[in-house]
């Protein structure tokens, strides 16, 4: 009788230790919770152009030599695409001032970016209702009247570095 226990407590042993035939139930079940898509969030521009305030035309800023009292703007076609249930973004103009080579700092200004929309001014932040195919973005130079002396006599900018950029602004987090 007490060989039999031993070898039945053994077997249980083995069954337990083993990974044997003891089993809890369990039961899976497919979510029916669908899928999501992505939306989207674009800036496409159109080759710009430089005018100046009071002129009719375009100027070629390269060869274009600027006096206190002007004002250069450099406007551009944009398509914005915002698309998404909780979206929103800022444009902005990426170095606005350019890399300066000798204006004395009170002899000028830069703008921030100005945006219209059929003539219309579009402010930030931007959203999925606006409609922005065909918009005109633009930042300007002033050489300021006020410039006295010789300031700024001779001086350079390089653009070359500006750009328009379209920011997303970070949905709030829920509480």
């Not at 945006?115 to 931007?126: E, F, Y």
């Amino acid at each position: 009788m007490t060989k039999g226990a031993i070898v039945t407590a053994a077997g249980v042993m083995l069954l337990i230790g083993g990974g044997g035939t003891l089993a809890v139930w369990n039961v899976q079940q497919n979510a029916q919770v669908g899928t999501v898509a992505s939306g989207d969030l674009n800036l496409v521009a159109s080759e710009g152009v430089w005018t100046v305030a009071g002129q009719e035309g375009t100027i070629d800023i390269a060869s274009y030599q600027i006096v206190p009292g002007d004002t250069l703007t450099y406007t551009q076609s944009v398509d914005i695409t915002l698309d998404g249930d909780n979206i929103s973004a800022n444009l902005t103009v990426v170095d606005p001032a350019g890399v300066n080579g000798g204006f004395v700092a009170d002899t000028y200004t830069t703008s921030g970016v100005t945006l219209l929309k059929d003539g219309v001014a579009i402010t930030d932040p931007l959203d999925e209702n606006d409609d922005l195919t065909n918009a005109v973005a633009s930042v300007s130079f002033e050489f300021k009247l006020g410039t006295e002396d010789r300031d700024s006599v001779d001086a350079t900018y390089d653009f070359s570095g500006v750009a328009f950029k379209l920011e997303q602004i970070a949905p709030e987090p829920a509480v």
